[in-house]
């Protein structure tokens, strides 16, 4: 972590402090603790949250106004374990200043519109799903905050996110969204004001940010609960940096939490929306047992599904795969959804490539052995094989490739060899074991490829 013109012992304090990996701020949108009983951000939290109201000024252990996130791009290597009492400074890869991110912003968060805006939102909500996917939380709150700012609460370990997955092994994160990211620190960067509040140890950490740089010094107080643990970030986006109104769409945000709370099974996420006015104010919770397989019913939930919703689970060298996938009668594309480590990749990737490749060649290699198709030398294409057919695939990667800050597309090779090995083997069982499912598909497939040869010769015709 760069500290800039920072005295031997002020970084003897901030190694210290990383040591427990604390955070950063300095007023809060709320008086009392959020993890406090009478006033818990979460439903049946994992651990029981008990902070009492404290005051504001009586703080202990103040440092000189020095950066606690870095005013640079860091990265962090945290591992619980007794190996996490040794964190510092040594342990800390440094890159480069925040300038680049406000001159050019762009290249990190995608757009200074409205996507741009959201995807802070994103930055923060995926650090704290890490924590989720890494099995230290089970609840996240997101509030939509009247004043325009957003706030980002989980009942993690109580560490900063600012690249802290960089570390491989020693990072704590096997798996995790925001491997190729900058997260907090570009969110951080492009901020008119952020705060963060962490509970560790039996401690509250707080400082506040702006525009990267810290401006006030890191603050800590006991907590009555030595158990109580968790991170809030909140922040201000920056109206010099975004040419859109600083206005948060609530569908927007809702249908990102809503994905992951399809892809994380085990998470709870609340989301609010405040309001001057009480009565407009919006709370939902987003909790899907059933994770893909309850994904794919609501996304065909106005459909004519051909059979039950088909899914399977494999980990091998390291790759954790998830599929569900259901075909429809009365739909005539498809919709296959993509995520790499929970993050939506849009513009697919080798795990989608796997998926189609592999889907294709099950589906001919069985009718070729089905009394449906008499011309055994015909051949269906992707486009047939996959007509009406909903899939979600979700991959877990110790080490994705993303293609570009904003992660649109997985380009990890081997991940395309083990999702196809696994989706033949898995769907090669299944419809030799459900003959009727493997003929009401292949049927589906057969009339797409015979529209398309009517449309074909009935152009040339014309």
Same mark, same amino acid.
């Given at each position: 972590?760069?500290?800039?013109?920072?005295?031997?012992?002020? *970084?003897?304090?901030?190694?210290?402090?990383?040591?427990?990996?604390?955070?950063?701020?300095?007023? #809060?949108?709320?008086?009392?603790?959020?993890?406090?009983?009478?006033?818990?951000?979460?439903?049946?939290?994992?651990?029981?949250?008990?902070?009492?109201?404290?005051?504001?000024?009586? !703080?202990?252990?103040?440092?000189?106004?020095?950066?606690?996130?870095?005013?640079?791009?860091?990265?962090?290597?945290?591992?619980?374990?007794?190996?996490?009492?040794?964190?510092?400074?040594?342990?800390?890869?440094?890159?480069?200043?925040?300038?680049?991110?406000?001159?050019?912003?762009?290249?990190?968060? /995608?757009?200074?519109?409205?996507?741009?805006?959201?995807?802070?939102?994103?930055?923060?909500?995926?650090?704290?799903?890490?924590?989720?996917?890494?099995?230290?939380?089970?609840?996240?709150?997101?509030?939509?905050?009247?004043?325009?700012?957003?706030?980002?609460?989980?009942?993690?370990?109580? =560490?900063?996110?600012?690249? &802290?997955?960089?570390?491989?092994?020693?990072?704590?994160?096997?798996?995790?969204? &925001?491997?190729? &990211?900058?997260?907090?620190?570009?969110?951080?960067?492009?901020?008119?004001?952020?705060?963060?509040?962490? !509970?560790?140890?039996?401690?509250?950490?707080?400082?506040?940010?702006?525009?990267?740089?810290?401006?006030?010094?890191?603050?800590?107080?006991?907590?009555?609960?030595?158990? +109580?643990?968790?991170?809030?970030?909140?922040?201000?986006?920056?109206?010099?940096?975004?040419?859109?109104?600083?206005?948060?769409?609530?569908?927007?945000?809702?249908?990102? *939490?809503?994905?992951?709370?399809?892809?994380? @099974?085990?998470?709870?996420?609340?989301?609010?929306?405040?309001?001057?006015? @009480?009565?407009?104010?919006?709370?939902?919770?987003?909790?899907?047992?059933?994770?893909?397989?309850?994904?794919?019913? !609501? %996304?065909?939930?106005?459909?004519?599904?051909?059979?039950?919703?088909?899914?399977?689970?494999?980990?091998?060298?390291?790759?954790?795969?998830?599929?569900?996938?259901?075909?429809?009668?009365?739909?005539?594309?498809?919709?296959?959804? /993509?995520?790499?480590?929970?993050?939506?990749?849009?513009?697919?990737?080798?795990?989608?490539?796997?998926?189609?490749?592999?889907?294709?060649?099950?589906?001919?290699?069985?009718?070729?052995?089905?009394?449906?198709?008499?011309?055994?030398?015909? +051949?269906?294409?992707?486009?047939?094989?996959?007509?009406?057919?909903?899939?979600?695939?979700?991959?877990?990667?110790?080490? @994705?490739?993303?293609? /570009?800050?904003?992660?649109?597309?997985?380009?990890?090779?081997?991940?395309?060899? =083990?999702?196809?090995?696994?989706?033949?083997?898995?769907?090669?069982?299944? #419809?030799? #074991?459900? @003959?009727?499912?493997?003929?009401?598909? #292949?049927?589906?497939? %057969?009339?797409?490829?015979?529209?398309?040869?009517?449309?074909?010769?009935?152009?040339?015709?014309?």
């Amino acid at each position: 972590m760069a500290l800039l013109n920072a005295n031997r012992s002020s *970084i003897s304090f901030v190694r210290l402090a990383m040591a427990s990996r604390f955070f950063i701020s300095n007023s #809060l949108y709320c008086t009392s603790a959020p993890f406090s009983r009478s006033a818990s951000l979460f439903i049946q939290p994992r651990v029981n949250f008990r902070l009492k109201r404290v005051p504001s000024r009586d !703080w202990s252990n103040a440092v000189p106004r020095r950066a606690f996130i870095s005013s640079s791009i860091s990265t962090e290597a945290f591992q619980e374990s007794s190996a996490s009492k040794k964190y510092g400074s040594d342990q800390i890869q440094v890159l480069q200043g925040l300038d680049p991110v406000r001159k050019r912003p762009g290249m990190y968060i /995608g757009s200074t519109g409205p996507r741009g805006l959201h995807h802070l939102v994103y930055e923060i909500l995926d650090n704290a799903v890490d924590e989720a996917q890494a099995g230290f939380a089970n609840k996240i709150e997101v509030v939509l905050l009247a004043d325009g700012s957003v706030c980002v609460t989980d009942n993690g370990r109580g =560490v900063l996110h600012a690249g &802290g997955k960089f570390g491989g092994e020693s990072s704590g994160y096997n798996v995790s969204g &925001g491997l190729h &990211g900058v997260g907090l620190s570009v969110v951080n960067a492009l901020s008119e004001a952020l705060e963060v509040t962490v !509970w560790r140890d039996g401690m509250e950490y707080h400082q506040r940010y702006s525009r990267g740089n810290p401006i006030t010094a890191l603050k800590c107080q006991n907590v009555s609960n030595n158990d +109580s643990s968790g991170t809030r970030i909140r922040f201000w986006p920056d109206k010099e940096i975004f040419t859109s109104a600083i206005e948060f769409d609530h569908n927007t945000i809702a249908g990102r *939490i809503r994905e992951l709370a399809f892809l994380n @099974p085990e998470l709870r996420i609340i989301f609010r929306k405040e309001d001057s006015i @009480p009565e407009n104010s919006l709370t939902t919770e987003y909790f899907y047992a059933g994770g893909l397989v309850e994904y794919v019913k !609501w %996304l065909n939930s106005d459909k004519t599904p051909l059979h039950d919703v088909l899914s399977f689970r494999k980990v091998a060298d390291g790759i954790t795969i998830d599929i569900a996938l259901q075909w429809c009668s009365d739909a005539y594309s498809d919709t296959m959804l /993509g995520y790499a480590n929970s993050i939506r990749t849009v513009d697919g990737g080798t795990h989608i490539e796997g998926v189609k490749a592999s889907i294709t060649r099950t589906l001919n290699s069985l009718a070729k052995k089905s009394k449906l198709f008499k011309e055994k030398d015909i +051949s269906l294409s992707g486009e047939h094989v996959r007509e009406g057919l909903t899939c979600i695939v979700s991959v877990k990667v110790p080490n @994705p490739e993303f293609e /570009g800050q904003t992660k649109t597309r997985l380009g990890n090779p081997e991940v395309r060899k =083990v999702v196809d090995q696994y989706i033949q083997e898995y769907l090669t069982e299944y #419809l030799e #074991l459900h @003959p009727d499912v493997l003929d009401s598909i #292949l049927s589906k497939s %057969l009339n797409a490829l015979k529209v398309t040869y009517y449309i074909k010769h009935a152009s040339v015709a014309k």
